[in-house]
């Protein structure tokens, strides 16, 4: 069984610019969720989807953040503009459903906004 | 507001030198505490789920175990493969809340 994906690994981009990030997560499951790990500091949590609807984006830092999954399959993260502040590691898991609450989680996208 | 704090935050053993990781927190109404393992590089992966207090869990030489206010990972004649980062996360909703981690180096 294939696990959770995440794409790119690795982005490096100047401030202002726009970065996208994408999830694919393990087939069948309802639950993505995406974390965030800056230098130093914890994974904290940004947002859960349940099939393609945001049940939980609590942990967004501000508007210029946008998450999205469509059809309920994979989701992309948006970052724009991108600040010094955004650089850190992105992940992205998924669990089968509410229930089942083991979280999986992808190796995680590195962004560094120079 | 839920916490999570682990300690060490580095661990230095020796091939065999059996030890333990300390995970202590502060949550109402906790629906689980979760153990993960990090590689450099990778993601989370995930070890052990504890859900009341007096619960154990093992796999080969881990075995987790929970109280109200901690949980412990013990490590048991650890070798150079279990050099990693190992983190506790708690589950009150559905988000996962983390700590910073412990990173264990087993060495030869």
């Known amino acids: 069984e294939a696990g959770v994906t995440q794409f790119p690994s690795h982005s490096v981009i100047e401030k202002g610019q726009t970065v996208t990030l994408r999830c694919d997560p393990i087939s069948g499951h309802d639950n993505l969720y995406w974390y965030r790990r800056v230098m130093g500091k914890e994974i904290k949590f940004l947002l859960h989807f349940v099939k393609e609807s945001k049940q939980d984006e609590s942990g967004m830092p501000n508007n210029r953040f946008l998450a999205e999954r469509t059809g309920g399959t994979y989701s992309t993260l948006k970052v724009q503009p991108a600040e010094l502040e955004d650089s850190g590691v992105y992940f992205c898991?998924?669990?089968?459903?509410?229930?089942?609450?083991?979280?999986?989680f992808g190796p995680g996208t590195r962004l560094l906004v120079l | 507001e839920d916490q999570v704090t682990q300690s060490p935050e580095a661990l230095r053993l020796q091939e065999g030198e059996s030890s333990s990781l300390n995970c202590s927190y502060t949550?109402?109404?906790?629906?689980?505490l979760f153990w993960y393992r990090q590689d450099p590089g990778k993601g989370p992966e995930f070890l052990f789920t504890l859900y009341s207090a007096g619960e154990e869990k093992e796999k080969e030489r881990l075995k987790a175990t929970l109280t109200k206010k901690e949980s412990f990972l013990h490590i048991t004649a650890p070798k150079p493969e279990d050099s990693a980062t190992y983190l506790c996360a708690v589950r009150r909703n559905t988000p996962l809340v983390f700590g910073k981690g412990t990173r264990l180096s087993v060495i030869a």
């Open positions: 949550v109402s109404g906790l629906r689980g």
């Open positions: 898991a998924s669990s089968q459903d509410r229930g089942q609450e083991t979280q999986y």
